[in-house]
């Protein structure tokens, strides 16, 4: 008996303290540093997050944050080749990016978010950052695209109110054209870039076309999908949409928008104080904002632009990265910072506080937040996206008819698909 | 007489030509860079703009509020250190290693020569990968040293490939002479071979500058705060998410381009004289 | 004994050899030599970060793969004619510049600072700058040609995929001719001034001058520029990532930008790693071929 017995204590006292180990780490740490990347110029400023960032420190004794602050173009570019290596524990990434950083292992799985939280949030923005059932960040800034539209035009059209559905923008922009009021009454970002995929993914969604099935395989020769691709061509036809659009990005729509040239526009939340801005626009008196026109299949679609928080592989405090990150996305800090980005959480949009701040754009948002709908979320995305939008270009630009363009996409994505 | 006219008529011709195409680009910049932004984006476009405005440089000089435009002087520290590091060793180094394989005989030459060579040509936007990796474990990211060390390697092969050839036509009587006189190798190379490669050294030396001063993918991956950023970073974040200040970039271009053009004009005549590369005959 | 005295002074050199280049080795091999490797082992295995058999050694298949795909030809293609049609005018232009500038007039003194702009200007600034001059609604170029009146309506000029890679070329062409005019007018300073004017006794014209006295001693100069330049553009990639990302359809994607994109988008380094020896392996050949041509050409003593 005494023999069997030592050893057994020994075994016991081995497991008990690898489990220790294993579950409170920063209990028996010393200080820790946290290294955080950020994007410039966007959303939350610098200098909102340098001091909630301070007084996540003065909360957190032990634990100090070094922050580093770099253009959106650059973030996929550094979080790529230092996720490996950990040089950043928490990174700002982007929707698009989820599918990607997660199959290739860049990210780490978060730990799950309370129930009660996850209730609270919009279901399209969560889904975001997941990838095959697994979380791997949290949702963070806020951004989708709104309509746009012109009052003082639509009232000389004889409309008070904006339209519902696609159709009925069609109409209305048909109208507004006949009356001289604008050349071109209709504005998009459909430039050969990553804002095309946005605005089709909000096309076609609205026409209840997904891109790609639950199970990752391409479905572009969707009747949904033909039904969007064929609306964007009719509506260059028509004369409705600016033939300029396939070479404009969101900055260009916001020019044509606030320069008074055009009655309606698709753009992100920034065009709003553009447009409203008196030293930048002409239009200030006669912006109005609406849920994205849907379709008879749905009530409205939008696109999702937010940006997450995650986690990276090479990260050596994950506990305390994610403690930041809940920090971050926390109720207080997005109600406080709610000027400058939108909250997350669904309660917070009937707070009165975050109301006053812009209350025209929540008002809005609070509806049009659940209709999100997400680009593709596949590991392939990048080469898929760039791919798509020659595809959708050739379309638009009279180069191929919809039926070839939308086979040869189909087949290319089919291509990606299977390399891997 | 008639020749001689139309001659010198179509001289001044084709300088007026040449004025224009290098100068008309480069008065864009500078007239991008104290015009408003509003006068920018107005058409048709009115020139001369009807407001001056010196906001931007008196924003990235004198103005701490405006984060993004006083980190740009840091950025512009960090270049000019880490261009003036580079340029010095890679002429030190380079020289070195040119006056080894233009003169000495050693086995192994060949082949060397062909892989410092064969270094240059690969596009080194391919090793940053696991170039990152081997800097974050030494623990040398975000510092000038790693910039420095990053751009001597892609100066110094090429410093080696000009120089070589410049100090190969150098006539070896030359070497032999001071030998007799007593020099040791080194000496040679130091009261020889240098003063008589000098606009040579000055070539390489202002292109390595250049190269180093340009550089941005290295700097981008390499770097993350003030610590280290240089200026082509700096300028890259004048460009927002879906915004772009090109007033801002145009200023930043103003200000970046004056180093290598006060360098360019100093060495102008070296510059001239040095770049005939390798030849240098008796 | 006289026999072992070369032995000993090969030796000596040997040693010494080894020091003066140790910096060079330190410098080189401790910063580039490892990741050269590594990326080199990258292309023979698969290193497709999002492949489900990331890790496995494939041998020759990822160079078969590329060298056997469209797409690997079409960047190739895009690839040679940048570098050829930029060179080619860099080159000529260049020589001209280089011949206006070594005439005596009043303000060639100014014109030769001049002249240098372009080049000390750095190239994302440059490239910044002619993205912004070609832009769409706001160009220069579109406001100054439209209030000539040579265009009809403000042109998207990045907006056609053969269209955008010659504004690429004219933007290059713009920042790196004074290099060339540098080395040509350097070149220049040392033609032997007495063969023209014996030529010129003999009555031969300046077009005749020009081809049978200048252009020959101006030859090694010209390989210098064309070796030395063609690695440099087979190596652009800062020009690329601010002009046009590659865009438009693939229209300005060169070699170094779709391995740029690979790597860095696709995450699929084994691919990256691939084209870049392979980009390597181009260049060692074009040098080669150049070597052979313009050796038999002007009989240039070398290496």
Redesign the interface.
């Known amino acids: 008996m005494k023999k069997n017995f030592v050893p057994a204590a020994l075994a016991g006292a081995l497991i008990s303290l690898l489990v220790l180990s294993g579950c409170s780490p920063d209990k028996s740490k010393g200080p820790v540093t946290l290294n955080a990347l950020f994007m410039k110029q966007a959303g939350y400023s610098e200098e909102d997050v340098t001091s909630a960032t301070k007084e996540f420190e003065a909360a957190h004794p032990g634990t100090t944050v070094n922050l580093t602050f770099v253009p959106y173009e650059s973030l ?2 550094k979080i ?2 230092s996720a490996e290596a950990g040089t950043y524990d928490v990174v700002l990434s982007d929707g698009p990016f989820t599918a ?1 950083f997660a ?4 990210v780490q799985a978060v730990p799950e978010i309370a129930a009660a939280d996850l209730k609270d949030i919009f279901p399209g923005a969560l889904d975001a950052t997941v990838y095959q059932g697994k979380s791997y960040g949290m949702p963070w800034m806020n951004d989708v695209k709104y309509l746009y539209y012109n009052k003082k035009m639509l009232k000389a059209a004889g409309f008070d109110a904006p339209p519902k559905t696609l159709d009925e923008m069609v109409s209305m922009a048909k109208a507004i054209k006949a009356k001289k009021l604008v050349q071109y009454p209709i504005v998009w970002s459909w ?3 990553e804002a095309l995929m946005c605005d089709y993914t909000v096309l076609s969604s609205a026409f209840g076309g997904a891109m790609f099935d639950a199970s990752g395989k391409p479905t572009l020769t969707s009747e949904g999908n033909k039904k969007a691709l064929a609306f964007m061509v009719q509506s260059i036809k028509d004369g409705v949409t600016n033939p ?1 659009s ?2 404009y990005l969101e900055d ?1 729509v916001g ?1 044509v928008f606030a320069g008074g040239q055009a009655a309606f526009a698709l753009n992100w939340t920034y065009m709003y104080n553009w447009a409203k801005d008196p030293a930048k626009s002409k239009v200030v008196d006669d912006v109005g904002l609406a849920l994205v026109p849907g379709t008879s299949e749905v009530a409205s679609a939008t696109v999702n632009g937010g940006q997450p928080l995650s986690i990276t592989k090479g990260s050596k405090n994950p506990v305390e990265a994610w403690n930041y990150i809940l920090y971050l996305t926390d109720r207080s800090f997005q109600k406080k910072y709610s000027k400058n980005s939108l909250p997350i959480w669904k309660s917070l949009y009937t707070d009165a506080e975050v109301v006053a701040n812009n209350p025209e754009v929540v008002a809005v948002s609070k509806d049009q937040y659940n209709y999100i709908n997400n680009r593709p979320k596949v ?2 995305y ?2 898929f996206s ?1 791919q798509m939008q ?1 595809k959708i ?1 050739e379309a638009l630009l009279g180069k191929k008819p919809v039926e070839v363009a939308l086979q040869e996409a189909q087949t290319m994505a089919e291509g990606l698909a299977a ?2 | 007489m008639n020749k001689r006219l139309g001659f ?1 008529i179509f ?2 011709v ?2 007026f030509v ?2 224009l ?3 008309l ?2 008065l ?2 500078i007239v ?1 860079s104290v015009t408003l932004q509003r006068d ?2 107005t ?3 009115v ?1 001369p703009p009807p407001t001056f405005t010196l906001q931007r440089y008196t924003d990235i000089f004198f103005n701490p509020g405006n984060a993004i435009a006083s980190a740009f002087q840091g950025a512009m520290v960090n270049s000019l250190v880490v261009a003036a590091a580079v340029t010095v060793l890679s002429l ?3 020289a ?2 040119s ?2 394989f233009a003169r ?4 192994g ?2 082949p ?2 062909f892989v ?1 060579l ?10 940053v ?3 990152y990796m ?1 800097v974050s474990n030494l623990g040398l990211l975000n510092t000038k040293l790693t910039l420095i ?2 751009y ?2 892609m100066a ?2 090429f410093v ?1 490939w000009v120089m ?2 410049y100090f ?2 150098i006539g070896r009587s030359f070497e032999e002479a001071a030998r007799i006189d007593g020099c040791s ?1 080194l000496q040679t190379l130091w009261h020889v071979y240098l003063p008589m490669a000098l606009p040579g050294l000055v070539a390489t030396g202002i292109l390595a500058f ?1 190269l180093s ?2 550089e ?2 290295f700097s981008l991956i390499f770097t993350s705060t003030l610590d280290a950023k240089t ?2 970073v700096a ?2 974040e004048f460009s927002a998410k879906n915004t772009v200040d ?1 007033g801002m ?2 200023t ?2 103003v200000i ?2 004056v180093p ?2 006060v360098i ?2 100093i060495f ?1 005549k070296q ?9 240098v ?1 008796e | 004994m006289p026999h072992l005295l070369p032995r000993h002074r ?1 030796g000596g ?2 040693g ?3 020091l ?2 140790t ?2 080795a330190l ?2 091999g ?7 490797v ?2 080199f082992a ?1 292309s023979l295995m698969n290193m ?5 058999h990331k890790g496995a050694w494939v041998g020759g298949a990822n160079y078969a793969g590329v060298t056997t795909s469209t797409w690997f030809w079409a960047s190739l293609g895009r690839t040679a004619y940048f570098t050829a049609v930029s060179l080619v005018t860099e080159t000529v232009l260049g020589l001209l ?1 280089a011949l ?1 500038l070594n ?1 005596k ?1 009043k ?2 003194a100014f ?15 440059s490239a ?3 993205k ?2 070609y ?4 160009g ?1 170029l579109n ?1 100054v040609l ?2 000539l009146g040579l265009i009809p309506t403000y042109q ?1 000029w990045l ?1 056609d995929p053969f269209g955008a890679m010659n504004m690429v070329i004219l933007a290059d062409v ?1 920042k790196m001719t ?1 290099l060339a005019a ?2 040509f ?3 220049l ?2 033609v032997n001034k007495a063969m023209y004017e014996a030529a010129r006794i003999d009555g031969a014209g300046a077009f005749r001058r020009f081809f049978t006295i200048t252009l020959p001693f101006l030859m ?2 010209v390989l ?1 520029i064309v070796v030395m330049r063609t ?1 440099e553009k ?2 652009a ?2 020009l690329f ?1 601010v002009l046009t990302r590659g ?4 229209g300005t994607k060169v070699l ?1 930008y779709e ?3 690979r ?5 699929d ?1 084994s691919m ?2 691939t ?3 392979l ?2 392996f181009l ?2 050949g074009l040098t080669f071929v150049y070597l052979k041509v313009f050796k038999t050409q002007a009989g ?4």
């Open positions: 996929e570019q790529t080749t990607k199959k290739a292992g860049l430039s050969q870039a300029k396939t070479e260009d020019n590991p392939f990048s080469g760039s020659v270009q390399q891997n | 010198r001289l001044y084709c300088a040449l004025f195409f290098v100068g680009p480069f864009w910049l991008s920018l984006t058409l048709p476009l020139f030190a180094v380079g070195l290693a006056y080894t000495l005989r050693f086995p030459k060949k060397l020569l410092l064969f270094t240059y040509m690969i596009p080194p936007i391919v090793i990968i696991p170039l081997l060390l990053l001597l390697s110094v092969p080696v070589q050839s190969a036509s190798r250049l001063w340009d941005f993918f200026m082509p300028i890259a090109y970039i145009a930043g271009g970046a381009c290598p053009l360019t004009a102008q510059l001239v004289n040095g770049m005939t590369g390798g030849g005959k | 090969v050199e040997g010494f050899a080894a003066l280049l910096p060079t410098v080189i401790a910063v580039v030599l490892m990741p050269l590594v990326t990258y497709n970060l999002l492949s489900d510049i206006l005439q007039f303000g060639v014109l030769r600072s001049l002249v240098i702009l372009p080049w000390a200007i750095p190239t994302n600034v910044a700058l002619w912004w001059i832009h769409p609604e706001y220069v406001a439209s209030a998207a907006s713009w004074p540098v080395f007018l350097a070149a300073q040392f090694p100069t210098v690695v087979f190596k990639f800062d990532y865009g438009p359809a693939d170094t391995a740029f994109l790597g860095f988008t696709n995450l380094y990256a790693a084209l870049a020896y980009i390597a260049i060692l240039v003593q070398d290496e």
